[in-house]
């Protein structure tokens, strides 16, 4: 059976293979417990930029935890990303978090699974 639970001081915070300055910490992946979810937790320090991309197999789910900054979503304009909102990313559609004026923590869950 794959992991049921998981420790999450145990998870260690990795580079995100693509956002220079981003970390991650991976708490659900289709590798290590059989989902066809990903959930984790992404850590965007102050003053640095999530560039502009496209998930093409996957809608992305965000919802922040602690801190603060712009999102901007194709056909959605920008807005502000902090606690008390939840954004859905539709598959194939361009966004990019700027701005970053407090440490954003950020609950982030794709599905289908990313990993």
């Not at 999530?50 to 304009?77: C, F, K, S, W």
């Not at 859905?88 to 990313?114: C, M, Q």
Request: proline fraction near 8%; glycine fraction near 8%.
């Amino acid at each position: 059976m794959k992991n049921i639970r998981s420790n999450l001081a145990e998870i260690e915070w990795i580079p995100h293979p693509v956002a220079k300055g981003v970390t991650i910490k991976s708490l659900i992946t289709k590798k290590d417990n059989g989902t066809d979810v990903s959930c984790i937790l992404v850590r965007i320090p102050k003053g640095v930029d999530v560039p502009e991309h496209v998930h093409e197999e996957q809608d992305d789910i965000l919802y922040p935890l602690n801190g603060r900054a712009i999102m901007t979503v194709d056909g959605g304009g920008s807005f502000p990303l902090e606690p008390g909102c939840i954004v859905r990313v539709p598959k194939g559609t361009k966004h990019k978090i700027e701005n970053v004026s407090e440490e954003l923590l950020l609950y982030d869950v794709f599905w289908p699974a990313l990993m």
